[in-house]
């Protein structure tokens, strides 16, 4: 009798490329929003609307999954602000159970996400003039103080920048409780401003932009020599030394010292530990490219190195299984993912194809927009195939026409195991020639399914919009969303016969 049962036909909408799509469930419309969002206008929506719905999701879901999700998009995902967006909304509907003083302790991990966290509370419960944060939700204030025993001075002295709401500010707003005298004074310190600086990039850096020097020579050899004692003191992050890449070649550093950079970049342990986002690394590849050094070639190699080592629990696929990779490069993907960033979701689309691809003994990868092309790159050197794509891709338009994808399978005779697409799911058709029925993708996969009857088509979802070209629920159709390369553990899980969010569900309370 279970297989006996009523199936409520999937409702259907209008894309932004006014075609017919499938809405997602409220679930999976929550964790796709959630994980492709980076706080900053999208192509077809703004901040503010994105906000709101999720806002309007996180109303319609159960607590209890909003609080995993909030904990997995900061610990798995690697995201900071939306973890932060998901505990203060959650405290809104919740009291009394315990469940937000769990997330906070599960979202914060720096000593600067106690007043982010403080300040988007105030922002979302419009806290202004004299209210402000007078009253604050017990859970979420349980949840901070216990924040407050888990950094040294360090780690607080690191963070406490000017900002609307500093570390004394929220240390006179939580409340929290010294566990012995050492703490005590530590917080005696936050409240009287007098933390130790700490040894930082930052701190050095903005030390000796205030000094005066005789000439330029002078200025040149003090940031060369602050460079070289800050690697070789151990202490710049991983993240720090990606993103000053550009500044230490430029400083003239020594041989040595770019030695030093390249084992630390491309150190396995270092990697893992780093829990960069893939896209980074693409960053900090571009930057370099435009370098104009001798040792640039050494730093384009480590992280090379560095990629490769971040790919090794990845679950690829052997020779038994073929696989299809098709990366969307529409118009719409070239929308940066902030307001301060150089990397657009078309490369976050390719980067995580080619991370994917590396991984797969037999496989093709191509790009479409107007028309659709297979690209053959070597399964190495994963940064160098993203950037051949990238400048390619002018070569395939810039519409949305990712039903060519199926239909040139269907018209090849070509039976694939795998067809992964890297999109924003907005797809559509921009050849009117073309019939109606020719160019659905409903359609078109239920045609090919008869070519290949074992097929699988993952759609990853890289922004959020809510919506898919194709129901996910049924003729193995499965969607996959975010920016991280652990989007791969949810393939491995699906692949497992798992579902989407089973990841999340496995996160305990």
């Known amino acids: 009798m279970k297989f006996n049962v009523f199936r409520k036909a999937k409702e259907t909408v209008t894309n932004y490329g006014q075609a017919q799509a499938y809405v997602l469930d409220q679930r999976t419309d929550l964790y796709s929003a959630v994980v492709t969002t980076s706080l900053s206008d999208k192509f077809y929506e703004t901040t503010d609307n994105r906000i709101d719905r999720i806002r309007a999701l996180i109303a319609r879901n159960d607590p209890a999954f909003v609080a995993r999700l909030a904990i997995y998009t900061r610990n798995k995902m690697y995201m900071r602000s939306i973890p932060l967006v998901l505990t203060v909304e959650l405290a809104k509907t919740q009291s009394g159970n315990g469940i937000v003083r769990k997330v906070v302790k599960g979202v914060i991990q720096r000593a600067d996400e106690i007043t982010e966290l403080l300040a988007y509370y105030q922002l979302a419960n419009q806290r202004t003039g004299t209210k402000k944060l007078n009253k604050l939700s017990k859970q979420i204030q349980h949840g901070l103080s216990d924040a407050f025993n888990r950094f040294d001075e360090y780690q607080f002295a690191k963070y406490d920048r000017a900002a609307e709401i500093r570390l004394k500010d929220a240390l006179f707003i939580v409340h929290p409780k ?51 004692a800050l690697i070789a003191s151990g202490k710049l992050g991983y993240m720090a030394l990606l993103r000053n890449l550009r500044n230490i070649l430029e400083a003239g550093v020594s041989v040595q010292t770019i030695e030093k950079v390249c084992d630390t970049l491309s150190n396995i342990h270092a990697v893992g530990k780093s829990k960069q986002l893939p896209f980074r690394f693409l960053a900090a590849y571009r930057e370099i490219k435009e370098v104009q050094s001798d040792f640039a070639p050494m730093i384009l190699d480590a992280l090379e190195t560095a990629v490769s080592h971040s790919v090794v629990n990845i679950r690829g696929f052997n020779s038994e299984t073929s696989v299809l990779i098709a990366c969307d490069v529409s118009g719409s993907m070239q929308k940066a993912i902030s307001a301060k960033s150089k990397i657009l979701l078309y490369d976050i689309g390719l980067m995580l194809a080619m991370l994917l691809q590396s991984r797969c003994e037999r496989v093709q990868t191509g790009m479409f927009g107007d028309t659709w092309k297979t690209i ?23 519409s949305t026409n990712g039903y060519l994808v199926i239909k040139d399978l269907i018209t090849r005779g070509k039976a694939v195991d795998k067809v992964m697409i890297f999109t924003d799911c907005q797809l559509w058709n921009s050849n009117t020639a073309v019939g109606t029925l020719e160019s659905s993708i409903p359609w078109l996969w239920r045609q090919y399914k008869k070519i290949a009857p074992r097929a699988k088509l993952y759609l990853f979802d890289l922004a959020g919009y809510g919506n898919t070209p194709i129901d996910v629920q049924q003729d193995d159709v499965y969607l996959i969303a975010g920016w991280s390369d652990k989007i791969f553990d949810v393939l491995a899980a699906l692949e497992d016969g798992e579902h989407a969010l089973a990841e999340i569900e496995k996160i305990e309370l």
């Open 178 to 228: 010294a566990e012995n005298e050492v703490q005590q004074e530590l917080f005696n310190k936050i409240a009287k401003g007098t933390l130790d600086t700490p040894y930082t990039w930052e701190t050095e850096l903005s030390a000796l932009g205030q000094q005066k020097f005789a000439d330029e020579k002078e200025k040149r050899v003090a940031f060369r020599k602050t460079w070289e």
């Open 376 to 398: 053959q790159v070597s399964r190495k050197n994963i940064l160098a195939n993203v950037q051949e794509f990238y400048n390619r891709e002018g070569e395939v338009g810039y």
